[in-house]
């Protein structure tokens, strides 16, 4: 259940400001791990939206998702300047490595372009990943 | 005690920065975290005395206190990669402490604010409109003249906003101007708010910037007195490549879905909460001190070419043997960028093709190396300088496969807004999945309908996939709010003319 004090705090500690939806769904989402709809329904309120609105703003975005999954996460970058530094030849023994025990999610872009392929786990950046480091890495998360 | 200098931008970061100072800790060096030179192959970069070792790790310390390392590259500052670069916005990159504000006052720090607030805001605007200063988020709009409409537009509050969620692949440049130099950032937009009356401002980082959001809010809390009364604050985006279009980042910054808005009415009087806004990137708000110093308006505007002037940090990225940050005046061409600077392809292999300005720009042959680096001039080739980034492919690249990863791309991302964009991307992809193929199709269930009288009921020749693709290219690009949708027929349409083989069978 994703409402309850813990939801209010975040609540009260956005009041007043100035387009506060964004800075709320993120901190609702890094609290309980997904926005669901009993917390869109709280933020609506709070918030003086519809929950149609706020549920607008939920599914737009990337970085929110409806429900939790607690499998660690790996972002593995596949644009264009990692292509070229040849991370799709990595991702079918990356893909082998996570399993169903981990969440691999492609990203676009994490600001290494001269030193992919790279990778993200939580706030940690990962480069110059060659298959055995991607492995170990998907392997440790 | 000997004083070692290691970077601690997030590029840095990810080669492993944090062990390799450790590991100096641990053998009684003092380190000091600056930020990077921008020489990326070389990180981590470890400077003893100006000496530059790299790429080093922490096996490497002892041979480089005893000074026998074969990791060193000698002078930093002379490195052919940094000798050849004019440095302007990047003046400080791998010399000063990030968040030191004694490093960024003894560097000429908040020179350009001191002087920008003795003159009339009037003034200020005038010299970024000499200073030839335009817009480096991608559309080049010159700055100048933005400032101006925002500054006489009429209204109680005004907002600065920076676009900071550079999204494009190959690019970094923003991100190690947070991160290496954040009070420049803090400064140019305490300026930009003077000289348009704004009071308050946003710095819109993606959330794929941890550390540069970090560095951001420290160097906010550390500068909160030299800006006021300016206050600026951070806002994180959400993961939506299309929210560094101004006007869905606007819409994100208030709280909304990332929907492009239609222009007009322009941001610059109708923006954020309906007020007059200067959006402007990251790039173009930190060369604005400098263009503030004494002299410093004439200065830019005497280096680079026709109307590009000043100069542009191009971001070296992909395949390539040193890629990093390589600030210059405009007019550089891109054979020089790519086999002289950059040296070639980290694999060794020939070159293929060259990505520039992000997933929206053109790739470029190297028939097309001659073209120099200037807005004018790369319109008129199709293509696109955007925000400077280029991403080099070795000949083992795909151009049918990026063809396609084009409007992957664009399908993933489209706010939806618009139909050219949001079914005419995965109509692409589609279309191009079944040129490569090579097997004319027959009609599908769409097709096949009754009242779809003008859809062919026989199967589709490959000329006739190939009309359709640049029927669909055609309707992008002319059709589409925003540049999302407009400009993805730009990597499809040179990938398809330089590199037909790539695209299966028959043409
Ligand atoms: C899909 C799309 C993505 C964009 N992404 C960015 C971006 O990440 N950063 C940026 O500064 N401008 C981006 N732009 C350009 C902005 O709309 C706008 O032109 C720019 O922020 C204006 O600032 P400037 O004049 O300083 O370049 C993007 C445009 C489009 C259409
Ligand atoms: S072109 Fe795409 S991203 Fe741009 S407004 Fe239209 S649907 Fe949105
Ligand atoms: S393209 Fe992968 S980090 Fe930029």
């Given amino acids: 259940m994703t409402t309850g004090p813990r939801l209010d705090e975040i609540l009260a500690a956005h009041a007043g400001r100035d387009g506060a939806l964004l800075p709320i769904l993120h901190d609702v989402q890094a609290a309980f791990g997904c926005v669901d709809a009993g917390a869109e329904a709280e933020v609506a309120k709070a918030l003086n939206l519809s929950r149609a609105e706020v549920h607008g703003v939920v599914s737009f975005y990337h970085d929110f998702t409806p429900s939790p999954d607690p499998r660690p996460e790996v972002q593995i970058c596949r644009a264009e300047a990692c292509q070229a530094r040849g991370v799709e030849a990595l991702v079918l023994a990356a893909e082998a490595a996570a399993g169903s025990r981990v969440r691999l999610k492609t990203v676009y872009c994490l600001g290494l372009c001269s030193v992919g392929p790279s990778a993200r786990v939580g706030d940690t950046l990962h480069a110059r990943l060659d298959e055995a480091a991607l492995v170990a890495l998907v392997r440790g998360a | ?507």
């Fill in chain 2, 1 to 507: 005690m000997t004083v070692v200098r290691i970077s601690d931008d997030a590029l840095a970061l990810a080669c492993g920065a944090d062990a390799v100072a450790e590991a100096f800790a641990k053998a009684g060096c003092t380190v000091e975290r600056v930020s990077s030179w921008g020489m990326h192959w070389l990180e981590p970069l470890v400077e003893v005395d100006g000496l530059g070792f790299g790429p080093a790790t922490p096996v490497d310390v002892a041979a480089i206190l005893a000074g026998s390392s074969a990791k060193a590259i000698g002078p930093i500052a002379d490195h052919p990669f940094i000798a050849r670069q004019q440095r302007l916005t990047f003046a400080r990159a791998g010399r000063t402490r990030p968040l030191s504000l004694d490093d960024y006052a003894a560097t000429g720090g908040w020179a350009g604010l001191d002087r920008a607030r003795r003159m009339p805001a009037a003034d200020v605007v005038a010299e970024i409109m000499g200073s030839g200063l335009r817009g480096r988020g991608g559309a080049g709009f010159p700055a100048g003249i933005k400032w101006r409409t925002v500054a006489e537009a009429p209204g109680a509050r005004k907002y600065v906003v920076c676009n900071a969620d550079e999204g494009d692949s190959g690019t970094f440049a923003d991100r190690m101007l947070m991160e290496g130099d954040p009070f420049a950032l803090l400064e140019g937009m305490a300026i930009c708010a003077h000289a348009v009356g704004a009071s308050r401002g946003y710095i819109y980082v993606r959330s794929e910037y941890p550390h540069a959001i970090a560095k951001l809010n420290a160097a906010i809390g550390l500068a909160a007195a030299r800006l006021a009364p300016f206050v600026v604050e951070v806002r994180v985006g959400a993961g939506a490549y299309v929210c560094g279009e101004e006007t869905s980042l606007l819409n994100s910054i208030e709280g909304k879905r990332g929907e492009v808005r239609a222009k007009p009415p322009l941001p610059a009087l109708e923006g954020l909460f309906g007020c007059p806004t200067v959006v402007n990137n990251v790039l173009t708000l930190a060369a604005v001190p400098h263009i503030l110093h004494e002299g410093g308006a004439s200065l830019y505007d005497s280096l680079g070419v026709a109307r590009s002037k000043g100069t542009m940090p191009i971001q070296i990225a992909g395949n390539v043997k040193r890629g990093g940050l390589f600030e210059t005046a405009f007019g550089i061409t891109l054979g020089e960028l790519v086999n002289d600077i950059a040296g070639g392809t980290a694999s060794g292999r020939p070159v293929k093709a060259v990505q520039v300005g992000g997933p929206l720009g053109a790739y470029l042959h190297p028939d097309q190396f001659g073209l120099p680096f200037d807005y004018e001039t790369y319109a008129a080739a199709d293509a696109l300088v955007g925000h400077g980034g280029i991403v080099v492919f070795d000949d083992s690249a795909d151009m049918g496969a990026m063809a396609r990863f084009a409007f992957q791309f664009c399908a993933a991302e489209s706010c939806g807004k618009c139909t050219p964009c949001r079914i005419g991307a995965v109509r692409g992809a589609e279309l191009i999945d079944a040129i490569r193929s090579g097997s004319p199709r027959g009609p599908d269930a769409v097709e096949r309908a009754p009242q779809m009288h003008n859809a062919p009921k026989a199967g589709r020749t490959r000329a006739e996939q190939l009309g359709l693709l640049e029927d669909l290219c055609d309707t992008m690009q002319s059709a589409s709010l925003c540049a999302l949708g407009g400009f993805t027929p730009y990597p499809v349409r040179s990938a398809l003319k330089h590199w037909p083989e790539d695209f299966g069978d028959g043409l």
